[in-house]
């Protein structure tokens, strides 16, 4: 009986992996035939199992699932472009170390075509998640909140995401969760066909941009070629280019690294991969763009360790409709000290102690704008009536206003005073409808949420802001550096879409 070598060494310690003992090879056919020979030797009766088919250095078929523990270390150097009204975007220089380690279970579906395996929805429960970044010499650093250490990971507009079942994940966790490289695909980094000791393939653009979370990939060089071929294990070296659309903006990735291939318990897995990432982003309407250099080291492993969650449970996860709820982020505000939730189409677009502006960015498109913004406190008790504030409103709108469309009065969840008012007019000559919402709570605290949109984009908003009123909580602010707006100062915003998208369309 032939027995593999396993490999004991801790996942924890990447410095304890040493390529030379490292066992490799593309299958156990010879491993087979040895059996085989051992068979027909032995005096046991001729009835015998058969052996095991050989494990091929090719990408899964007939897998069902798969457990690993895995870990990645990404640190990263270079500039951000960040954007600036009417000028060009500033250049920030950054560094940032971030790290993940945990379990992973991923499901998989059948290839019609190819028989081979496709991920389509993985499970993760972590033992660490923390980052450290440097931008313009200020530092930050973030960790995983402990309620939130096992997650949901699937496809969602477009791209692999992840979510909590027990809390929403805020804005700086769902960040740090993103790595550049997509360990529930990292074995579509092996050929469609079986290897040779010799062979050099070419990464297919749809598996790369399952690989590398991207919007999609336009035109792919990325070769890999196996250099050693060593018992279990495949030493393999991979090189090229991507050029992509990221977040709706275009963006190149230039890759040079090795990874490692060994033989699991059903087909070949990689189990250790080293990549130096160059990448131009340009700006988005929601991000910065960036020039960096990525340097990404992951180790990974079969493992009996199982998160508790079903094969077929987390599968039906992925395929049933949709949750919008599982989506939703947790927006905080250190500004106008608030916490939202939002689905994850908004991104806190500014935030100062003065106000706070958030934009829903669709397919790099500013769909609506919300300007946040404290009002000068009421006495306890005393509150704004409903024909207060449109006087209000109908003095900040001026000649651009129409009419009311709808007025409302309701207490929230998180126990507000809510006045809500819908309004339509125009800005210079442009149909506008803007969304008034004034919150209050009994101690006189008063805030104005004003959501400003096109005329043509109300059925893309979709009442997106009853969401974000319901859920919307005033938190405990220090003593504030700026006076709060005047009781009688209600604005209408314009949509400040600066620019338009720069980005082709998702081909």
Known sequence: MVQRETNKRSLGNPASFSRRRFVSSLSVAALAMEVQVAQAQTTAPPRQPSPAAPILLVQPSKL????TRAKI??????????????EEPLAAEVKGKSTLDYLEKIVFGTDAKSGLAIPTAAARRYFEASMENWISGNSSSYKLRPDCVETRFMPNAGTWQQFCENLPLDAREIQLLHSPVNSAAIDLLLPVEPAKPDSTWTLRSEDAKLLFNLDAVHRSTLTAKIVKVEKTVTSIEIQGSLEATANSVPTRLDINGNFQAKLGSRSAIVSWLSLVIKEERQVSQSEPGFAVSARVRLIREETENKIAIADKALRDLANTQ???GRWLVQLKSNGVHYSVLADRRWHIHRD???????????????????NISRLAALEPGQQLTVEGLQADIKAAVGKGFREFLESSEKVTSTKLRLIRTVVSGELEEVPIQWIYNHLSDDSGRRLLMIFTMGGNVTDR???????????FELLNSPEPTQEPQPAGKI???KLTAEKNSTAESKR
């Not at 069902?64 to 457990?67: G, I, Q, T, V």
């Not at 270390?73 to 009417?86: F, R, T, Y």
């Not at 100062?352 to 934009?359: D, N």
């Open 491 to 493: 604005p209408a915003p």
């Open 322 to 324: 949709a949750d919008d």
């Open 352 to 370: 100062t102690g003065e106000e706070s502006i958030l934009r829903m960015v669709e397919n790099n498109t500013v769909i609506a704008q919300c």
């Open 461 to 471: 908003f979709a009442a997106a802001d009853e969401q974000m009123t319901g859920s």
């Open 73 to 86: 270390v990404l640190e990263i150097d270079g500039k951000l472009h960040i954007e600036q009204a009417s």
């Open 64 to 67: 069902e699932a798969l457990n």
